[in-house]
């Protein structure tokens, strides 16, 4: 449906014609990506607005872990820990392709948590979430184990247990496409302006970057999934100006030369009574952390500190036989959580639970979203259209339980089969190549390769494989629209390029800027 307001000029410039929406989300991150994908699929007309790129904020900073909590069990908050291990498995069947099983070893630290509780704790992870696909705790002899190896030779006795790793970006992306292919509007680059109420609805007007044009939308609700900056928008937006229910924690990851060999992590017990991760990464590479600190100040702009830094290399330096130091750091990152404020004293204590919202009354509806993790997006989306439901009216059912992500629909064994096939349909790439093509794209790296028969049918070539053809494929179907989002948050090669090659990259996608006009289109 299309919409005209009047009034012409506004203090943006001209005002555009645009869609009347049943739901308008402010936020691409995976909340609210996961939103837009169930409303759209139940036959909701959605628009939604990110004013970056999609993933751009605490979605692609995140351990990468599709897993349980099993801190979360210490403070008692057994209900999340129950539904996010039974999402683990749901989520593996809807994207096999970039979430995929992993075993973690955590070992047994004498002056820290006693094995009975240790073996308490992995038994109700074992059981809360009604594991079928993963397989269980067992304990290890780190004498004999290869999990052992690269460990001091104090930790004799460890214990394995099953989560799942993912790819966070590339987890947003598939959502927005998937709600796109099901009808949803989605505006990258964009801000939202002001929100105002209007009889039955909300007036919003919306600003894309390098646009002199207002757009202005009219939607019978709002969804505030904003993260770190929801409370920004129910302040500057929508008129709040008291609002403050998130309190922003941040946590620090860095990423050192490969520490091990084999393909399990770690996870390590601190002294402070928290705990980090070692985490295989990229092939070449080891992942720790994350910390946990609270922050203050503009989430777009944070970064790791030298406390953090010491934090996690005297934390992994107390494991690992060969130590972790600032030299062996390659990269690092951090992000900002937008915990729901819930009094606790310690920022680690302060639930990673969601919470959700509906203001308005008898209005307009905004329902903002608080909180949350990676984890339970799916359910949390289901959580919210309870709420619309209840605010505008019921259509259709829930879906996405038993639905699949584009490219995932190989089945969670179906994998290995499908890099044999790509493997032997495309001989000329090589084996990291089609091995990192079909764990981003899964069916579809078809697409990408295509009727190619060698590996100049895919074009230019930026460096470590991303080629031309995959670069075209990002900006038309996954909304791409600078380098920084092809290298760190479509491919993760970023952590490799050069500034030569970036800036390569970067005069190729200026010189190809219509295939983003398919992406929106």
Known sequence: MVFRFGGGETCSGRVELSRVYDIFVVGGGINGCGIARDAAGRGYAVGLAEMNDLGSGTSSWSTKLIHGGLRYLEHYEFRLVREALIEREVLLKMAPHIIWPMRFVLPHHKGMRPAWLLRLGLFLYDHLGGRKILPGTRVLDLKTDPAGRPLKNEFAKAFEYSDCWVNDARLVVLNAMDAKARGADIFTRTKLVSARRSGDGWDIELQADGSKAARQVRAKLIVNAGGPWVDDILRESIGQNKAGNVRLVQGSHIVVRRKFEHPKAYFFQNSDER????????????????????????????????????????????????????????????????????????????????????????????????GGKITTYRRLAESVLRKVEDAIGAKGRAWTRESVLPGGEFG????????????????????????????GYGLKCREILGSARSVEDLGEDFGHGLTEAEVRYQMKYEFARAAEDVVWRRSKLGIRFSREQLDRLKAFMDENRQLQNLAAE
């Not at 790439?429 to 990192?436: A, K, M, T």
């Open 275 to 370: 705990i980090f991760f070692a985490i295989p990464y990229e092939q070449d590479y080891t992942l720790i952390g994350t910390t946990d600190q609270d922050f203050e100040g503009d989430p777009s702009d944070v970064n790791i500190s030298d406390a953090e830094i010491a934090y996690l290399c005297d934390g992994a330096s107390q494991y690992f036989s060969e130590p972790v130091t600032r030299d062996d750091i390659v990269w690092t990152f951090s992000g900002v959580r937008p915990l729901y404020d819930d009094g606790a004293s310690k920022a680690q204590e302060a639930t990673r639970d969601y919470v959700l919202r509906a203001d308005g009354g008898a209005e307009a509806k905004v329902i903002n979203v608080f």
């Open 412 to 439: 969670v064994e179906g994998f290995a089969p499908l890099l044999a096939e790509i493997r032997s349909r495309y001989p000329f790439l090589q084996p990291g190549q089609s091995e990192r093509l079909v764990r």
